[in-house]
């Protein structure tokens, strides 16, 4: 089942975790630039752009509809993705989904509206948003086992968090380029206006691009490469051997729901008639939540280092279900201050612990072998369920959209599994790289398996 190296590539190259992570947080930061983008797009412009405005409501739900629909598209290029990632190593995979998703970001804002074509508009989008789908199935998957393979051991906690940062990163300046767009008036929101932040997305590529060109391929792959070789089916070794740490990222992904109720569904909650908070008050929510979370995500991150894994990653799972629970409240008091601050502390702070620790924690579930396929499968199965639950999250708030208590319970139930899940897996942060994903070791690592 293996493949044996090619003479040039049996020498590894050093570690590079500074441009490894300079690299993951690039790549992460243009995926969830469009995610913030198109989530807000969703719910403020394109119900009346690409479907039938005579009826908001439908409009409304078929264009949360397709935010979703990238994500029934990732675990499909999850198995592409991460079946090449693992025989051909990380690089070539964080290039080429770097520049698929900056193409098909930059495509949407060159769609044609409903009011010019009819029906072909809304196809056109799902077709773009698939092409998306597609690209984030091996963007965070390769870019977290790249970082994770160049950090030093002690220290993985730390440059793996850099892909998360990144998400938040991608996510304010989103916010900072959204905002001018969203005071526009009317009429020019409507025609151009929406369009620029999708243009805007070809800056971050060709900056991402210019970064991982020059990267080294990690360590542990190219001696993965030159010793044992890489595996002909990593689908099939993964599955073998690792099938249980799959089932526990599925239900570890899951706690990205509590990410896309507070990007997309919150948001127009909160400036629907029922709350009437406006576009850019929650769009600044959105930015200062994500501004927190730059500091926020390293802090969670190095203590994981420190402590472990589980014990971070349970606090930022269990905490995010009341978490929630209070900022959806305060969304419905129409206390601007309060929504403010209980925003920040859900998703700036609270959120940030399992958030910034699990591309290590998924991580080091796996060997060298199979790690990018592992999580790429594991994670986009489900971020797949935490895509649509915007879609579900409109469907419980009622016809009128307005029951944010049964959208915060739904949110708190989807925090469920990502516990049980932790609760279930074996401590890693003290366990060497190369003996990650060992079959046969112990449930909780203890101190001596640190030493080489």
């Avoid at 249980?244 to 729901?257: E, K, P, Q, T, W």
């Avoid at 309060?338 to 940030?352: E, K």
């Avoid at 895509?387 to 208590?405: H, K, Q």
Wanted: aromatic content about 10%; glycine content about 10%; some cysteine.
């Amino acid at each position: 089942m293996s493949v044996p190296a090619p003479p040039h590539d049996r020498a590894a190259p050093p570690g590079q975790p500074g441009k490894a992570a300079a690299a993951a947080w690039i790549g992460s930061a243009l995926e969830y630039y469009d995610f913030f983008i198109y989530g807000s797009a969703a719910a403020l412009i394109f119900p009346k752009v690409f479907f039938d405005s005579s009826d908001p409501a439908t409009a409304t739900l078929l264009s949360l509809a397709t935010f979703g629909v990238a994500y029934a598209a990732r675990p499909v290029g999850a198995l592409f993705l991460g079946h090449f990632g693992d025989r051909l190593g990380r690089k070539k995979i964080m290039v080429f989904t770097l520049l698929l998703m900056g193409l098909s970001t930059f495509l949407i804002g060159c769609l044609p509206t409903r009011a010019e074509v009819g029906g072909v508009a809304p196809v056109l989008l799902v077709l773009c948003r698939v092409l998306q789908g597609v690209s984030a199935a091996g963007e965070q998957a390769s870019a977290s086992s790249m970082s994770l393979e160049h950090a030093p051991d002690g220290r993985r906690g730390f440059f793996t968090s850099f892909t998360l940062s990144g998400t938040q990163g991608g996510q304010l300046i989103a916010t900072l380029v959204f905002l001018p767009v969203a005071a526009l008036p009317e009429h020019q929101l409507l025609s151009w206006g929406w369009r620029v932040p999708f243009w805007a997305s070809v800056v971050v590529a060709v900056v991402g691009y210019v970064i991982r060109r020059s990267l080294a391929e990690t360590p542990a792959f190219a001696q993965q490469a030159a010793g044992e070789g890489v595996a002909k089916l990593p689908l099939a070794v993964l599955l073998r051997e690792h099938w249980a740490d799959v089932l526990r990222v599925v239900a570890g992904a899951l706690i990205a729901s509590v990410s896309t109720i507070f990007t997309v569904w919150s948001l127009a909650y909160a400036t629907s008639d029922a709350v009437g908070m406006s576009r850019s008050s929650m769009l600044w929510v959105g930015a200062l939540a994500n501004l927190v979370a730059l500091a926020a995500i390293p802090l969670w991150a190095t203590l994981s280092d420190r402590i472990g894994r589980r014990p971070v990653y349970l606090i930022g799972a269990a905490g995010s279900a009341v978490a929630m629970f209070l900022y959806l409240w305060a969304i419905s008091t129409g206390s601007y201050p309060l929504t403010l601050v209980l925003g920040i502390v859900a998703f700036g702070v609270v959120y940030s612990a399992a958030n910034g620790v699990w591309p290590a924690f998924y991580g080091e579930m796996f060997s060298t072998r199979v790690r990018l396929s592992g999580m790429a499968v594991g994670t986009q199965i489900g971020f797949a369920v935490a895509g649509f639950a915007v879609t579900f999250a409109a469907e419980i708030a009622g016809p009128g959209g307005t029951d944010w208590s049964a959208v915060a319970l739904f949110t708190a139930a989807l925090c469920v599994p990502p516990v049980i899940a932790a609760l279930s897996a074996r401590e890693t942060h003290r366990i060497p790289t190369a003996r990650l994903g060992e079959r046969g070791l112990r449930r909780e690592s203890q101190p001596e398996t640190v030493s080489a």
